[in-house]
């Protein structure tokens, strides 16, 4: 059974920073993309930052780019996301998401709550 599990979420002041991680287990994953999204109160969920499986291709959405960084140690399955510079409209709770290249993501952990206060 495949479980992912977020941490690192909390409370941090406008300006702060946090680390995200996401470790993965249940099966193998190699070839998998790895990824994450947050959703705010009352609206959808948002896609943030994705990596590939080498590490080598990563893409953020336009609000966090220069701000945050996706990174992962495929030795243990684990996925981070360094988060600077946090603005009060990053305040959500944020996914971790896999799948295979091409294929969607199929796999969701239950998420990490992140409030930035002004």
């Known amino acids: 059974q495949v479980q992912l599990v977020e941490s690192g979420g909390g409370l941090v002041q406008a300006g702060g920073s946090l680390r995200l991680s996401c470790a993965a287990s249940g099966r193998t994953f190699s070839g998998y993309r790895m990824a994450w999204f947050r959703q705010a109160p009352g609206k959808e969920r948002k896609f943030v930052a994705a990596?590939?499986?080498?590490?080598?291709?990563?893409d953020y959405a336009d609000s966090v780019k220069g701000r945050f960084t996706i990174s992962r140690n495929n030795a243990n399955n684990t996925v981070y996301l360094q988060m600077n510079s946090l603005k009060p409209e990053d305040t959500a709770v944020y996914y971790c998401a896999t799948g295979p290249n091409g294929a969607g993501w199929g796999y969701w952990g239950q998420g990490t709550q992140v409030t930035v206060s002004s």
């Open positions: 990596i590939s499986w080498s590490g080598g291709s990563t």
